[in-house]
């Protein structure tokens, strides 16, 4: 059932109760209206716009959520039709004195998003416009399109952006925080091909910005926290169209050797090849092994159809329990690893989906048995507790990463090289088990952070738990926290954009 906007009329007394402007944190000047009436904002918004009330099927849909691990509350869903749909839905809930939260892809787990106990959400989706430019180097992106919508889009003109690997995730969500994807070698970050972008700020204003503005360092590692991004004109490349991938399935007894050689310089004293991504998984298969979980190693390669063996051949000299060879492209690339749209990652099954993420130099072969041995503890087999968790290890290559300065942008770890982090996917059933996940992550996380041989946490803020502090999301560097916090002031005083790994 679609409420749109002249319809919604009837709904308005109930909600405004329940959404009452005293439960909201005031801001210092001014007061608040103590009702709310949406016709009001309906009337301000484009004839495509929509506003869903709780109870229709539209709510429901537009608020479901990957993890239901502390999820943001929202008591009115605005869909905004237009880029000034999103400037009249900040004015509105600002003038109501409501929080707001931008959604779009609905994969932020972070726990810090369950401190929105009301408010409108404003969920992105129909911002969704690619628009290449004549050139072909650029296109202009919309703020509320998924990664495989846009993949699909170029694709079909022979083009193709950095974007992040999983087909159901959001195109800027990832960009906001950085963003890791398949072409990150090649190019950088996802955030690292932006050109410029508009952006709604916190007092409502609707701007362009580019490297011309001090806001276009932030918005690039800590984004969430400044604006609604509507739209941004990101370079786009020519197609790289095919790729190879050996999936090897290895015994936990394994977990040293797979490590040691996952080390490995790759003839070029320790950068990947561009052309060259390897990620692994843990977790549990019982056709592979019955008992524990197992270690799934992908080594994917571009621009041929069967892997280099020079790369593969060490592993296959451990003795895999089994191994498969596929080729294809890029559009590939997401069900081989499992992350399509018909794989789990991309369904909203009501679990919790907390992950406890550590980026490393390299890895600890005596680190990984002892985080191992944690992991196969809990995930016994398929129906326990954790029986779908899953550890993940992702090493991209990094070329295109390194080659921005450190300072670049406000994404702090590019001196990094595998991102780390165990999924610890469960069932919800109340807060003793919430701090038992909690307790485990984090003691699985800091046994890892022990064994690197780093002086302080660094952990990607999009796959953030959300008990880490601003030092852990943005770097703990003085003068990142300085800018981060100077810019705050400067553009949202108030902290409206608060919910996601808030920097202060
Ligand atoms: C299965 C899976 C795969 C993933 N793969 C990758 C990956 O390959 N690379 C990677 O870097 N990350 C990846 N992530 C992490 C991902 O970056 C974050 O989960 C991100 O928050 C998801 O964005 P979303 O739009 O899907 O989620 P949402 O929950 O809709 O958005 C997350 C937050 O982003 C902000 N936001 C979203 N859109 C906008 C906008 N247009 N303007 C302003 N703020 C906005 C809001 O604060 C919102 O709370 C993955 C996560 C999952 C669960
Ligand atoms: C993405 O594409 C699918 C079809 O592949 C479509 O159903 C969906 O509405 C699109 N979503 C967005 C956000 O563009
Ligand atoms: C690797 O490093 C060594 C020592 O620094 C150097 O001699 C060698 O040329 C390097 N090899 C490559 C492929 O860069
Ligand atoms: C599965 O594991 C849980 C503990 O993780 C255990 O309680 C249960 O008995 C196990 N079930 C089977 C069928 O082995
Ligand atoms: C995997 O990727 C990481 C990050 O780029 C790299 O350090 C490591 O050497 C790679 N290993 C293999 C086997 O490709
Ligand atoms: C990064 O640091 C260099 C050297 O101090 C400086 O010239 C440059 O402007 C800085 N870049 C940014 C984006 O702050
Ligand atoms: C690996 O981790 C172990 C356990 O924390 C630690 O003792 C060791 O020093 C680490 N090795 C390196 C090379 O950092």
Redesign the pocket.
Request: glycine share 22%.
């Given at each position: 059932m679609r409420q749109f906007k002249l319809e919604v009329a009837a709904l308005l007394a109930a909600w405004a109760s329940a959404a009452a402007c005293l439960d909201v944190p005031q801001s210092s000047q001014g007061t608040c209206p103590n009702n709310v009436n949406a016709k009001q904002l309906g009337n301000k918004l484009s004839n495509t716009a929509e506003i869903y009330f709780p109870g229709s099927a539209g709510f429901a849909a537009a608020i479901a959520r990957w993890s239901a691990l502390d999820p943001p509350v929202a008591s009115i869903v605005v869909v905004p039709g237009t880029e000034n749909d999103v400037v009249e839905t900040v004015k509105f809930a600002n003038q109501k004195c409501l929080p707001f939260l931008a959604t779009n892809g609905a994969h932020g787990s972070i726990t810090t998003l369950g401190k929105m106990t009301h408010g409108v959400e404003i969920y992105l989706t129909q911002l969704d416009c690619v628009e290449i430019a004549s050139n072909g180097q650029t296109a202009k992106i919309g703020g509320g399109i998924l990664a495989k919508n846009l993949t699909d889009v170029l694709w079909a003109q022979g083009k193709q952006a950095v974007t992040g690997t999983c087909e159901c995730v959001g195109y800027l969500g990832p960009g906001l925080g950085g963003g890791h994807g398949w072409l990150q070698g090649h190019y950088g970050l996802v955030s690292d091909q932006y050109v410029s972008m508009n952006v709604v700020l916190a007092d409502g204003t609707l701007t362009t910005i580019d490297e011309n503005s001090d806001l276009w360092w932030a918005m690039r590692g800590a984004g969430h926290n400044f604006g609604i991004v509507t739209s941004v004109t990101s370079k786009i490349y020519d197609l790289v169209p095919n790729y190879a991938i050996e999936t090897l399935i290895f015994s936990g007894d394994n977990v040293e050797a797979v490590y040691e050689i996952a080390n490995d310089n790759w003839l070029t004293n320790g950068t990947m090849p561009v052309d060259l991504n390897n990620w692994s998984y843990w977790y549990f298969d019982p056709t592979s092994d019955p008992d524990k979980p197992v270690i799934a190693f992908y080594i994917i390669q571009e621009g041929v159809n069967i892997v280099d063996p020079v790369y593969t051949e060490p592993f296959y000299n451990i003795g895999p329990i089994s191994s498969q060879a596929q080729s294809g492209t890029y559009l590939d690339l997401a069900a081989w690893t499992g992350i399509s749209l018909a794989d789990p990652p991309c369904q909203k099954t009501g679990e919790a989906n907390p992950r406890f993420p550590i980026y490393l130099k390299s890895y600890?072969a005596?680190?990984q048995r002892?985080v191992y041995d944690i992991f196969s503890s809990l995930v016994t087999n398929s129906s326990g507790p954790f029986g779908s968790a899953l550890f993940m290890f992702e090493g991209y290559s990094q070329q295109g990463v390194k080659a921005f300065p450190d300072n670049a942008t406000a994404f702090a770890y590019r001196s990094d090289n595998l991102l780390v982090a165990p999924l610890l996917t469960y069932k919800l059933d109340g807060p003793e088990l919430d701090a038992y996940v909690a307790q485990v992550g984090n003691q699985i996380r800091q046994?890892l952070y022990?064994?690197?041989?780093d002086s302080s946490l660094h952990a990607y803020v999009n796959y953030a738990y959300g008990d880490e502090t601003p030092l852990v999301w943005y770097g703990s560097e003085e003068w990142r926290q300085d800018r981060l916090q100077t810019l705050k002031k400067k553009y949202d005083p108030n902290a409206r954009f608060s919910y996601y790994a808030p920097v202060a």
């Open positions: 600890n005596t680190a002892q046994i022990e064994g690197s041989g």
